[in-house]
């Protein structure tokens, strides 16, 4: 155990890290109600689900695999029928080279079969090759695009980010769906061969075969059943996990870790939390090996009786010795054939049970995806107006904007000022709809958000949250967002000179080729403040009738403050103009000051009227002042 270097005598040690389970609402083990034989028979439906998805990404490799599955099959069971065929001659009577002579057009055929064999298994294995990597593309492409299309609150959902963790296990076991299901049906038609040739030498022998294999497919599915119950027990913790690895690893933070002092508390946690998660998988360690040790005694034991039979048939004269010979190798061949029959559909088993944690998570991305409406917003918008809006945060007691009416016209410009958690944001992301209001109506020239398709709304606005992103691309898709509108650099420019950066991005190795990564190779990286002024670019780029700047300037010196605030008001007729900011000189620039308290607009103005009208505005203005 490593412990943070912080902790000495004389302080208590750092805390554990909070336990976690996965669970909430949405997190349902699938394996709380289905039983075995409800497993079992999904099965098939597993088997049918990959047939389809990979039909779709490779039929060609389908059909290849299919064939080459159907060839193996054919080649044991031709393999075994004429060595039943060449051991009547090896083993009947006459002098040797007359046995043999007599036994070489069936080994023959034999051995042009077990080669016709190898090449159909060496084909299976390239169809595999060819189907695998494409599944697990579109697997992984449609959890990404499944989190990206659902509606806001979705995130803030009990479960929502641990069940996305679950289907990304599941993404990852996509893998070895296309292998465990060739494996599994080769099995099966290796068998059936087999069990038609084994049945044609004596009729108790299948039976008995398959006693011998049964215990080992039953405790490879226990056995995977515990693996399971482990991983869902582990979920929570794993989602955790990597988000702090994350988190304590990105170069971002670094500094932070560093200057702070974190280093050997961040270790700590995160040995912490994998001990906890080691502990888990390690108590299920003595459980795994007490199915094996029963399951293979079980095995063992009616192999012993098999064998016992076949010896006891050719002893009594039941059955002729070529063909207790032939049974021999026969009884081999099927038992491989049944063995891998159990393992792999156990397999199946196993890799079902995390595609179910991914189906069901897409499925309950799909419930969250918007189902707003089809109506569109104009070009140019006149008016946004609130009635009466209300938004809660899911699992939070108080509304965090608790009814609020406004009216805002093209050409004015907003500030929306308060005290930290009042519900500035919140209400800029009503007004965009990025939340939908829970109760009350937002109207967009009379179009109500709730009823309009959100990509319209989104077309029409341009944000510069809080918490930006600093994509690792180029200085040029930082600012139009892979959304060019034209195919020279004109526009980018424009915007880079309005934020008065054209210096810096001139002096970037690559100017707007430049990666803004330095952590990726050839990338470089902008000062905090740099950054915020690309941010502003951004939305300044997009021309949208509605432009939100939530603390555009908190990070900027007086000049890109200066710069930013001269191009709001430059281009600000053309537009509605939303400004959310805790810098109270900077909302002398708007038309028009809401404060906002407890998620109420509490007063409203001009920046004069608000400074004499001695209510919060005022006193705020007050505090900023007495320093
Ligand atoms: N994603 C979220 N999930 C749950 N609660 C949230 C979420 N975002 C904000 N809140 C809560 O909603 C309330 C309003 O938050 P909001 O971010 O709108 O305030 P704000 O006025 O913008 O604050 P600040 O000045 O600190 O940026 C707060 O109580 C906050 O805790």
Not at 588 to 616: K, S, W
Request: net charge neutral.
């Amino acid at each position: 155990m490593t412990h943070a270097s912080t902790a000495d005598e004389n302080t208590p040690p750092p805390p554990p890290p909070a336990t976690l389970e996965f669970g909430g609402k949405y997190g349902k083990n699938p394996l709380a109600d289905a039983g075995f034989g409800a497993m079992c028979r999904r099965l098939p439906s597993v088997l049918a689900h990959t047939a389809r998805m990979a039909w779709a990404v490779d039929r060609t490799g389908v059909v290849l695999l299919l064939a080459c599955q159907l060839l193996t099959g054919l080649a044991a069971a031709v393999v075994l029928a004429f060595t039943a065929q060449a051991m009547t001659h090896i083993l009947g009577s006459g002098t040797v080279p007359e046995r043999l002579h007599g036994a070489l057009p069936a080994l023959i055929v034999v051995t042009a079969a077990a080669a016709a064999g190898r090449i159909t298994s060496a084909l299976s294995s390239y169809a595999d090759g060819r189907i695998t990597p494409l599944l697990t593309t579109e697997a992984d492409i449609a959890l990404v695009a499944a989190v990206c299309r659902v509606e806001t609150a979705a995130y803030g959902e009990d479960g929502f980010a641990d069940r996305q963790e679950a289907a990304e296990v599941g993404v990852t076991r996509t893998r070895m769906m296309v292998q465990d299901a060739q494996r599994f049906l080769s099995a099966l038609i290796r068998m059936i061969a087999a069990s038609g040739v084994i049945t044609a030498l004596h009729p108790l022998m299948l039976p008995l075969l398959l006693l011998a294999v049964l215990p080992a497919g039953a405790g490879a599915v226990l056995s995977a059943r515990v693996d399971y119950e482990t991983h869902y027990l582990n979920v929570g913790d794993r989602n955790v996990r990597s988000m702090m690895r994350w988190w304590a690893t990105y170069s971002r933070f670094g500094d932070e870790v560093r200057a702070n002092g974190m280093t050997g508390y961040l270790v700590f946690w995160y040995r912490s939390l994998s001990d906890r998660i080691d502990q888990r998988t390690l108590t299920a360690a003595p459980r795994l090996l007490r199915i094996v040790l029963t399951t293979s005694a079980l095995g063992g034991v009616f192999l012993l009786c098999t064998w016992a039979t076949l010896a006891w048939l050719a002893a009594e004269g039941r059955v002729a010795l070529p063909v207790a010979a032939t049974a021999v190798v026969a009884v081999q061949t099927t038992l491989a054939a049944l063995g891998q029959f159990v393992i792999h559909g156990a397999a199946m088993f196993h890799t079902s049970l995390y595609l179910a944690d991914m189906r069901a998570f897409l499925d309950m991305a799909a419930e969250r995806a918007p189902r707003r409406g089809e109506l569109t917003i104009p070009e140019r918008v006149e008016e946004i107006r609130l009635d009466e809006v209300v938004y809660r945060y899911p699992g939070k007691e108080e509304p965090a904007v608790a009814g609020v009416s406004l009216a805002l016209r093209r050409g004015e410009i907003l500030a929306i000022v308060g005290e930290n958690g009042s519900g500035k944001s919140t209400l800029a992301k009503l007004i965009t709809g990025i939340l939908l209001a829970d109760k009350g109506r937002v109207l967009w020239d009379g179009v109500d958000l709730a009823h309009a398709d959100p990509d319209a709304v989104w077309k029409r606005t341009a944000l510069v949250p809080q918490n930006f992103a600093c994509w690792p691309l180029r200085a040029r898709e930082n600012i139009t967002l892979g959304q060019p509108k034209s195919f020279d650099d004109t526009p980018v420019w424009d915007v880079v000179d309005a934020v008065g950066m054209r210096e810096a991005i001139e002096k970037l190795p690559r100017q707007l080729d430049t990666l803004l990564a330095k952590e990726l190779w050839g990338g470089a990286e902008l000062s905090g403040g740099q950054w915020q002024r690309l941010v502003c670019a951004r939305a300044l780029y997009r021309r949208t009738p509605l432009l939100i700047l939530d603390e555009p300037t908190s990070q900027m010196d007086a000049r890109g403050e200066h710069a930013i605030f001269l191009e709001i008001k430059r281009i600000a007729a053309e537009r509605m103009t939303i400004v959310v900011t805790h810098q109270l000189a900077n909302t002398r620039l708007a038309d028009r000051v809401l404060v906002m308290d407890q998620g109420r607009i509490v007063e409203q103005g001009t920046y004069d009227e608000l400074v004499h009208a001695g209510g919060l505005f005022a006193e705020l203005v007050a505090l900023a002042d007495d320093r």
